[in-house]
């Protein structure tokens, strides 16, 4: 099964977080392995308004992070028509859009999310969801 990372998942796995958990990074690495690691397309658009924001800073330009990753192995889920009307439909769901947008894509593709949002993980009406903290 597809594990989606959510973006603060991939900005955590990149800088090799402490606050990524020990299982959750097993995890991570046996997706990965098997060829079924992905991230939804908004995440790279959130880590570029971090970085515009500067509220995060990478030490590569972003288009060549974003090649690097898609080479070593990790898949980018495109953002469909569907997906969006989906985030739009979430019930009582109150994330900002962008959360909205990933968990969708979690749930069109059928897949587990990774995240560490307390409002993803305490949304009960989505179940494909794990702990990054674990």
């Not at 991939?10 to 959750?24: F, I, M, N, P, Y």
């Not at 590569?60 to 997906?83: C, F, H, K, M, N």
């Not at 979690?106 to 903290?133: C, V, Y």
Request: glycine share 6%; with cysteine.
């Amino acid at each position: 099964m597809m594990l989606l990372l959510d973006t603060h998942v991939l900005v955590w796995l990149d800088e090799g977080s402490t606050r990524l958990g020990k299982t959750a990074l097993q995890i991570i690495n046996e997706s990965l392995a098997a060829g079924q690691l992905g991230v939804a397309t908004i995440c790279f658009w959130e880590i570029a308004l971090l970085v515009e924001k500067q509220r995060l800073i990478m030490k590569t330009e972003l288009d060549v992070w974003r090649s690097e990753l898609l080479q070593a192995g990790l898949l980018e889920i495109p953002l469909r028509g569907t997906t969006a009307i989906r985030a739009g439909q979430l019930h009582l769901f109150q994330g900002d859009p962008a959360d909205r947008m990933i968990v969708a894509s979690a749930i069109e593709n059928g897949a587990t999310l990774m995240t560490a949002d307390e409002k993803i993980l305490s949304w009960s009406q989505f179940h494909q969801k794990i702990d990054a903290r674990l």
